[in-house]
């Protein structure tokens, strides 16, 4: 019931700029903590941005300064701007989303399925 759409991926030229989505849908009683992973073919997934409810941020080092982290509560749905991109950054984007069915339900981590970024020349 509870669905992570993540769109936006796409192939980018090095030092382009892409625009990720991903909005939370279903039966959701409330979202905390939401972020974004990443995961290239042959390494294990690794963790990009998050970002709590109140709008504080956090990035991996290499994604510091480059990539920009941002949600919409209104509208249940969490952006990743990445500017400057390079060809370390071709992956897999994974959203995760902390959140409750209900307010007597715990709270647990959801994933969309990704989508492919794509930084070549």
């Known amino acids: 019931q509870v669905q992570l759409v993540e769109t936006g991926g796409g192939l980018v030229q090095p030092g382009g700029s892409l625009r990720l989505s991903c909005v939370v849908s279903?039966?959701?009683?409330?979202?905390?903590?939401m972020g974004w992973f990443r995961q290239a073919p042959g390494k294990e997934r690794e963790w990009v941005a998050g970002?709590?409810?109140?709008?504080?941020?956090n990035y991996r080092d290499s994604a510091r300064g480059r990539f920009t982290i941002s949600r919409d509560n209104a509208k249940n749905t969490m952006y990743l701007q990445m500017d400057s991109l390079e060809p370390e950054d071709t992956a897999v984007y994974y959203c995760?989303?902390?959140?409750?069915?209900?307010?007597?339900?715990?709270?647990?981590?959801?994933w969309g399925q990704g989508t492919q970024v794509t930084v070549s020349s």
């Open positions: 279903g039966s959701v009683f409330s979202v905390s903590g």
């Open positions: 970002i709590t409810v109140d709008g504080r941020a």
């Open positions: 995760n989303a902390n959140l409750k069915r209900r307010e007597d339900l715990p709270l647990v981590g959801y």
